[in-house]
């Protein structure tokens, strides 16, 4: 590592230290030369992998794209940032789990729609209105109607 005093090129760590919720580390320098003292951060960089279109085309994954859109479906109702945060870490978390280097929208959507289920049955329809582009109303009612559906609980 240079310093960013001198630009002598050998430093020496002194300390190195955990932050941000052990997502990265801080190191303490010395700088062999002028003696002087630094620190440096250093995390890991995680390449979410390209989104292929339904036409084909390939773009760069947009958390902000997906931020906006759950922020939609979830207009006025009881969601917090926080809780919307958490799901979109969710989501990118199982993205990145994948390991592949390309997802389509159409997994993303599906990502999106579990979480949502899960917050909220009135943003998930919101959103499954708008992402899987109802022919008619019956169409619609049936996703209702599955939602409505009692959930098998499991007793352990």
């Known amino acids: 590592m240079r310093c960013p005093y001198c630009h002598h090129l050998e430093t020496q760590v002194i300390d190195s230290r955990l932050v941000n919720d052990n ?28 989104v292929i279109k339904a036409r084909g085309e390939r773009v760069v994954f947009d958390e902000t794209k997906l931020r906006t859109s759950m ?20 989501i990118k978390q199982t993205i990145q789990q994948y390991g592949e280097r390309d997802i389509t929208s159409q997994q ?11 917050m909220d049955e009135v943003a998930f329809v919101r959103f499954a209105s708008v992402y899987r ?24």
Do not use: W
């Open 71 to 90: 922020t939609r479906a979830l207009h006025k109702r009881p969601i917090n940032q926080d809780q919307i945060e958490e799901a979109i870490l969710a």
């Open 108 to 118: 993303v959507g599906e990502l999106v729609m579990n979480q949502l289920s899960q």
């Open 133 to 156: 582009s109802f022919n008619d109303v019956s169409e619609f009612t049936q996703t209702i109607a599955r939602l409505t559906q009692p959930k098998p609980h499991h007793n352990d």
């Open 23 to 50: 997502h990265s580390v801080r190191r303490r320098r010395r700088c062999n030369a002028c003696d002087r003292r630094f620190n440096t951060y250093e995390t890991a960089e995680i390449r979410m992998p390209q």
